[in-house]
């Protein structure tokens, strides 16, 4: 069973390869080394940071899930003390996905602490 009737309109079920999604955070993750080489990655929200080209190097065996709520949703938190470092991180992030016209593949969202959200969502990518 693919289908869903929900207050009758029909939704399909995608199923999501963990493989592929692995392939695509990570590819999408070494486009973000080459803006800043201090990245650390947390895989799962609750575990060790992680510097990123040793994610790359050693990719993880099942998606990356930090914070996230969909499968394909890849969250970057952009956060330090210095609100200029950390709105600038979030520019260099945004202007990287409007330069591959990727305008409908992420959205920004506030901490209300001292960061900046941004998810991303793999599948809309190029």
Not at 1 to 8: F, P, S
Not at 17 to 25: A, E, I, L, S, T
Not at 68 to 77: D, Q, R, W
């Amino acid at each position: 069973m693919n289908e869903i009737l929900i207050n009758n309109y029909e939704y399909k079920w995608n199923k999501v390869d963990p493989v592929k999604m692995v392939q695509d955070q990570i590819y999408f993750l070494r486009l973000l080394d080459r803006l800043d080489s201090n990245i650390q990655v947390s895989l799962t929200g609750k575990s060790k940071w992680i510097p990123l080209f040793d994610v790359i190097k050693n990719p993880p065996n099942v998606p990356i899930s930090a914070r996230s709520i969909l499968k394909n949703e890849l969250i970057l938190e952009i956060d330090d003390d210095n609100w200029v470092k950390v709105r600038d991180g979030s520019l260099r992030i945004v202007n990287l996905l409007e330069k591959w016209e990727a305008r409908d593949c992420y959205s920004l969202a506030y901490s209300g602490n001292r960061s900046i959200h941004i998810k991303v969502f793999l599948t809309h990518l190029p």
